[in-house]
């Protein structure tokens, strides 16, 4: 049987004991690895590893032994409980050896729960799972967490009172962010508003929210699209001062006008484009105000000169970088609206 979507989710769960077996596959080893931990822990309970109730089997071992897995499903542990039997980094190679498992499994035997990486869709494991009438087969994309998915992970965390603009903030986020890095940010959320009673803030996410730039990068930016050259200098020699890249500098602002430019031309509206752009938080007001101020043309005039400024970075001129560099904000922030 195969699942997706919300109904994979919630699968994982809470899987179904009577289940011979589950397959978990995706490119993200991380989000593969968070599902199948959250899977083995519905399973066999927050003790079952400590009471030897799951056996581990790496796809190398069984290889070279393939009655491993046969063996671990039927073993009694000195423990009662439930049992898993985990085949970690399964491929293709393995079909054969999972089918007999799942062909031989009865009920009381350990649940056979196989992680893999990315598989295709003529994949003979895939398949083997799709088609059992006993088994699931759960494939995780590069799709962000949903709306309830996140809910999810924060109840589960304690945290149920949270604002209508701080979830659409936490669902920019999840989009912005890698799965293992998006769930350590929810749990730094959690522990933040332990027993604090007032909603979740938008500014309590981006106060916790990891730095994807320096903070002072990004007020270099503010200040050029805000068309503030007076403080383009100073804090140019603080980046400078601090080892700062002319060519981060510039990757930087063309991140920044290109979300701008994404704002202003989405169908949707400013709002809309700044969610698509990954932006969230007190940065995503500034933005969708110098947005408004600068509108489609000016906008791309921008890009053209930080493309530009961008080729002369990395090419073998002899020009000062950083002065190429600054002279381009500059021109930035004086530029006619």
Not at 22 to 41: C, H, N, P, S
Not at 145 to 168: C, F, N, V, W, Y
Not at 269 to 283: D, E, Q, Y
Not at 284 to 303: F, I, T, V
Request: aromatic share 4%; charged share 25%.
């Amino acid at each position: 049987m195969k699942l997706a979507g919300a109904e994979a989710s919630r699968y994982c769960a809470k899987p179904d004991p009577a289940r011979a077996g589950l397959l978990i596959f995706g490119a993200d080893t991380m989000r593969v690895a968070l599902k199948r931990q959250e899977a083995i822990a519905a399973l066999i309970g927050p003790q079952g590893e400590g009471e030897m109730r799951l056996t581990r089997i790496q796809a190398s071992d069984l290889r070279k032994d393939p009655s491993l897995l046969a063996d671990a499903t039927r073993a009694v542990g000195f423990f009662p409980g439930p049992r898993v039997a985990f085949v970690e980094d399964a491929t293709d190679g393995l079909t054969a050896t999972i089918a007999e498992a799942l062909q031989g499994w009865q009920k009381g035997d350990a649940q056979i729960l196989v992680a893999a990486g990315n598989l295709t869709g003529k994949s003979t494991l895939k398949t083997l799972f799709e088609k059992h009438l006993n088994a699931v087969c759960i494939g995780l994309y590069d799709d962000p967490p949903t709306r309830d998915e996140i809910e999810a992970e924060l109840a589960k965390a304690g945290l149920t009172q949270i604002s209508a603009e701080a979830m659409t903030d936490l669902t920019t986020l999840a989009r912005a962010l890698d799965p293992g890095d998006f769930r350590q940010t929810l749990e730094k959320i959690a522990l933040y508003k332990y027993r604090d009673p007032n909603p979740l803030t938008p500014q309590e996410i981006h106060d916790l929210a990891p730095a994807t730039i320096e903070a002072e990068v990004d007020d270099l930016l503010a200040a050029v699209a805000d068309q503030n050259a007076k403080a383009i200098g100073p804090l140019m020699r603080r980046l400078e001062g601090q080892g700062v890249a002319p060519v981060t500098l510039c990757i930087g602002a063309l991140r920044h006008f290109r979300a701008l430019h994404v704002a202003v031309t989405d169908p949707g509206g400013i709002s809309a484009g700044l969610m698509k752009a990954r932006v969230f938080g007190p940065r995503r007001d500034a933005m969708q105000r110098q947005a408004g101020n600068w509108g489609m043309h000016k906008l791309e005039s921008a890009l053209s000169l930080l493309i530009e400024t961008d080729m002369t970075l990395r090419s073998a001129s002899r020009a000062p970088t950083m002065a190429v560099m600054e002279r381009s904000l500059l021109r930035l922030a004086m530029m006619k609206r």
